[in-house]
């Protein structure tokens, strides 16, 4: 199974797969290489069947002759390990082919073959091919001398470890397709089924796919830069763990660092202790090391010099908006208010060339200072001419980190490209500034940038909304909210790898989060419920600190918080009474001594299911907006209000199907008890027992929050006639980013309304990508690729010419 990236000849399929290593000796750094390409080359060549049988024949081999080298303990070992491989292969087909013979059911079209149920049997099919090239390796190599067996005795317990992991995942996405009634992503039915899914699913091992095996499912080129990411997490969370303050570099970090870098056992440990126990504030502050002046510093010397790089500080007036139906009538856009009350939006204006107005006493006003590097504008003997174009950009971040600082390397390359200025948005952050906050300011910069777009070097006669993951959220949202207030809404979005599902629910595409080191479920679900107010106090220890000015940040934002929870909205505050089952629990991690393998560390673990963990349910309520009705009512409580008013509730569904549906629903109820009475154990086959974690319960929440209902927070959720008034929608996606199906649904769901819409999902990448242009080739294509999305808002075709490429 391939995932086939359609687009333009020059982008091709972004695999970063293939390429031979040069003829003769071989050093050890090209005999690497030389695996990882291979080992992908069997992913793309063979066949799901031919691959297994190819890897059980092999392990079989491989077993009688390590059972003829006597009793000793390594060739025991090894035995044991291939013997797993061939089991685990044998019971990893069966659910594989059943997904695959199903996966077209959820495509967009016949063109666009990507959703979740792709992804996991890819990323399998990944593991299978590193198993099978290890075990001709070891076949070809194991009577030499100098066959190094601890190496890869450990390499194969790792990526078996790995296989009985996506084992169990291919059976729990075995369940939702049946499930699930066809066409339908998101796990749905009963609140209980789905708690017991969540609670199950979270106490599954991970640390397997943070040692050894970190990265296996992406391009080889982003392998070292995970791995060195992976390295920097766990010492950064041992020094949050232990309050160590300064910013020099001290011998206990450099130890730290050394033992994580030379044990991917104990590494992946500490990460998967990481990923579950620490709370959302680590992550902000780890995500925030990009804003360090340094680092920011160095990656702006390696990206495009502007004429134009100023940080405006909008001062919050209201202003007056015409109305798109009737220009002689206005609209007042205010200023957020939401929880801190009227306050400026830092924006980024960044332009290749310095253009009209770029340099006007009324903007340069508005400059705010960033110390040394507060601005890169050099004068110049001529202005360039405005614009006829401007993108409006929000960066991502998951509502909790990052500003455009940390976005402007690929911004100064997309206003080189596009010939636009572009005005980036530092909206305010969760968990401090919870939702609606940021959209309101995001949606009031946009509409300043409408207004103003002669300041910003623009005529503003095209105008393209840009942004990635959480920004892509806000994206839908502020197009949502602008054609709610009846003024200009942009010409065209592009989303990459966008949020447009924030309640808690399960996909399968989210069963890769078990994987994924940048998107970990545990970390995405703390961030969506910061957003939603759900992380509103400090409750962790004091020795839980960040690093330096971190440390100092964290403990006046602990202050901060307390005051705005005691001066929250009103309608915030009415909201949250709604959820009866919201509460903290802090859980101590278990520690777990260092062990030498993974199969050692997977053995001292219980076999079955940890029935006594107290986790949290989860309240998960019908994806219709029928149980928010009342609050809809009033405008205080939810940003819907305006548009909800004309709207039933059967138009919020998002499910594609016909309305009236009595039979569907009765048989989706009774699918639902029956399912119920069988419990999620009952998702593997008998005698099958994943790898449990030993780091305890995960510190994560397991509810979803009312607010992720609103439309304005989950755009999937929104009534057809909101998302009938969007713009044309370009989605650009990763094949093996958890958010694949959100985007994948919210496509198909724009479809349906015959919504113009695009999507292309680029394979082998993971999500962020953007952030990560210049690191490979694989990642500028993509990044390109999303600038080819922008071009086609800003300078249409014309439709009386032939149909070219952009």
């Not at 679900?525 to 106090?537: I, L, N, R, W």
């Not at 009312?706 to 989950?714: E, G, L, R």
């Amino acid at each position: 199974m391939k995932l086939v990236f359609k687009g333009k000849s020059g982008y091709g399929v972004m695999s970063g797969y293939g390429g031979t290593s040069a003829p003769g000796k071989n050093s050890p750094s090209k005999k690497h290489r030389h695996y990882r390409h291979t080992a992908s080359r069997l992913t793309n060549t063979m066949d799901l069947r031919t691959m297994t049988q190819s890897l059980v024949t092999l392990a079989e081999d491989n077993m009688a002759f390590f059972s003829s080298q006597g009793p000793g303990e390594t060739a025991r070992r090894l035995w044991d390990v291939f013997a797993g491989i061939r089991e685990q292969a044998l019971g990893l087909e069966p659910p594989l082919g059943h997904l695959l013979g199903k996966a077209h059911l959820f495509d967009l079209d016949a063109e666009t073959p990507a959703n979740g149920f792709r992804s996991l049997v890819h990323t399998a099919r990944c593991c299978l091919a590193h198993l099978l090239h290890k075990s001709r390796y070891v076949a070809a190599n194991r009577r030499s001398i100098f066959f190094r067996t601890s190496h890869n005795l450990a390499e194969l317990e790792a990526y078996l470890a790995a296989l009985t992991q996506l084992r169990a995942l291919a059976y729990y996405a075995q369940r939702l397709l049946d499930t699930n009634q066809p066409g339908r992503l998101f796990f749905e039915g009963d609140e209980r089924l789905i708690a017991d899914f969540l609670r199950e699913y979270v106490t599954l091992h991970k640390g397997c796919f943070y040692g050894r095996c970190l990265g296996f499912q992406f391009t080889p080129a982003i392998r070292p830069f995970l791995q060195t990411i992976s390295i920097g997490l766990v010492s950064f969370g041992e020094h949050y763990k232990r309050n160590e303050t300064g910013l020099g570099v001290t011998a206990s970090s450099l130890f730290t660092s050394g033992r994580f870098a030379i044990d991917p056992e104990l590494r992946g440990a500490e990460f998967e202790r990481i990923t579950q126990n620490l709370d959302v504030h680590f992550w902000k502050a780890f995500w925030n090391i990009t804003e360090i002046e340094v680092l920011s510093s160095l990656a702006n010397m390696a990206s495009a010099t502007v004429r134009v790089s100023r940080l405006l500080s909008l001062p919050p007036e209201a202003f007056e908006m015409p109305l798109t139906a009737d220009p002689k009538l206005t609209v007042t856009i205010s200023p957020a208010l939401a929880h801190t009350g009227p306050g400026p939006v830092l924006v980024r204006l960044i332009s290749y060339d310095l253009r009209e107005g770029q340099d006007s006493k009324e903007l340069s006003s508005l400059v705010k200072s960033e110390g040394p590097r507060s601005l890169e504008l050099r004068p110049r003997p001529q202005q360039a001419p405005r614009s006829r174009s401007l993108v409006v950009h929000i960066h991502g971040g998951g509502f909790v980190a990052q500003t455009s600082k940390s976005h402007e390397p690929y911004l100064k390359s997309w206003a080189q490209e596009l010939g636009a200025p572009i005005l980036s948005i530092d909206y305010s952050l969760a968990p401090e500034a919870p939702f609606p906050r940021a959209l309101e300011e995001c949606f009031y910069a946009y509409c300043w940038a409408v207004k103003h777009c002669a300041l910003l070097g623009s005529t503003g006669e095209r105008i393209c909304l840009a942004g990635d993951s959480a920004g892509g959220n806000l994206c839908f949202t502020v197009s949502l909210r602008a054609a709610a207030y009846g003024v200009r809404v942009p010409d065209g979005i592009m989303a990459a790898y966008p949020a447009t599902m924030l309640q808690s629910t399960a996909s399968p595409s989210r069963l890769l989060s078990l994987m994924d080191p940048l998107l970990p479920l545990s970390v995405l679900s703390k961030c969506v419920s910061a957003y939603a107010g759900g992380e509103t106090e400090d409750h962790s220890d004091s020795d839980q600190k960040a690093l330096g000015m971190m440390g100092l940040v964290r403990r006046d934002t602990a202050l901060l918080l307390r005051d705005l929870r005691l001066n929250a909205s009103s309608w915030l505050n009415s909201f949250l009474e709604l959820s009866k089952h919201k509460a903290h629990t802090n859980l101590v991690p278990v520690v777990e001594p260092m062990r030498r393998s993974v199969s050692e560390a997977a053995l001292a673990q219980p076999e079955g299911p940890l029935g006594t963990d107290s986790l949290k349910s989860l309240t998960l309520h019908d994806l219709s907006l029928e149980g928010s009705s009342e609050t809809s009512e009033n405008p205080e409580l939810s940003l819907s209000a305006e548009t909800l008013a004309s709207s039933t509730p059967s138009d919020v569904n998002f499910l594609l199907q016909s309305e009236g549906t009595v039979e569907g629903a009765k048989a989706q109820e009774e699918m639902s008890t029956k399912d119920r009475s069988r419990g999620v154990g009952a998702a593997f086959p008998e005698g099958f027992h994943p790898r449990r974690s030993s780091q305890g319960a995960t510190r994560m929440p397991l509810y979803s929050s009312p607010i992720a209902k609103n439309p304005f927070m989950s755009p999937l959720l929104a009534p057809d006639s909101m998302l009938q008034s969007l713009p044309p929608v370009h989605i650009v996606a990763c094949a093996l980013d958890p958010m694949l199906d959100d985007s994948v649904m919210f496509a198909r769901r724009l479809r349906s309304l015959g919504q113009p819409v695009t999507l292309r999902v680029v394979e082998d990448l993971p999500h962020g990508f953007l952030s990560l242009a210049a690191l490979c080739r694989e990642t500028r294509q993509a990044a390109a690729l999303c600038v080819e999305r922008i071009r086609l808002i800003l300078a249409p075709p014309d439709p009386r010419a032939a149909a070219a490429p952009v």
